[in-house]
């Protein structure tokens, strides 16, 4: 009789030799059968097959009688074995990703990279300015505080504003330069501080201000320059 994995279709042959392999999608468990049968969906065989074998992870089969399993798109994901349905593929959650088909499981962005908090992607995408993200599997970037910028793309932390600049409010590529007769001697400020009563700044960004010189007072705060006595 004919192996497994073949069948027979002439009757009464008294060799091997007329018995055919099963096509590749079909199986044969038992001896002396006339035909081959079709893979169940979720498997697949490969030419003379005994038994079928279950799709890998990250590839599923929705038809019988398959010879190959289909790899998930990019994006997606299958954890499991025997997938028979392409809803079986599952998108890449967000803060993961998957750029690659056929694969079983999604990656976690990287620091200063984020998913914009959508799913299915198949690549992350870098902070914008003014944002950082400093885990791994960031489904959004988040703002940078007040005091603080960040110029760059794809960053992972902000930078305090110098002495002589502030910001206000969060999410800033750049930070303000304190106005004429203002000032700020420290790191990440948030406001300026005006010059004292006999002080001035004429230039903006200034770190601290300056004393009137002899025969020249300043009566008010915020001074730009000194009055002469």
Do not use: M
Not at 39 to 44: E, P
Not at 46 to 75: D, I
Not at 199 to 226: D, F, I, K, L, M
Request: with cysteine.
């Amino acid at each position: 009789p004919c192996d497994q994995g073949t069948y027979g279709t002439a009757t009464g042959g008294a060799s091997r030799d007329v018995c055919i392999r099963c096509l590749a999608g079909k199986y044969q468990p038992l001896t002396g059968k006339t035909s081959c049968i079709a893979c169940d969906k979720g498997k697949y065989s490969t030419e003379g097959s005994a038994s079928c074998k279950r799709c890998p992870t990250g590839r599923y089969n929705a038809l019988k009688g398959a010879e190959l399993c289909t790899a998930c798109p990019s994006g997606k994901s299958l954890p499991t074995t025997g997938g028979d349905s392409s809803k079986d593929c599952v998108n890449c959650i967000a803060g993961r990703y998957q750029g690659t088909e056929g694969q079983q499981d999604c990656v976690q962005c990287d620091p200063g990279t984020n998913t914009l908090n959508k799913a299915g992607l198949s690549s992350c995408v870098s902070c914008a300015s003014g944002r950082y993200a400093n885990e791994y599997g960031s489904k959004e970037c988040s703002q940078c505080e007040v005091g603080k910028y960040q110029s760059r793309v794809g960053s992972v932390e902000c930078v305090p504003c110098p002495p002589g600049q502030f910001t206000g409010v969060k999410g800033v590529s750049v930070c303000s330069k304190c106005s004429a007769g203002s000032f700020t001697s420290a790191e990440e400020s948030t406001s300026c501080q005006p010059c004292l009563e006999g002080t001035y700044t004429a230039s903006e960004g200034s770190q601290s201000c300056v004393s009137c010189t002899p025969g020249r007072y300043g009566p008010n705060t915020g001074a730009t320059t000194c009055i002469g006595c």
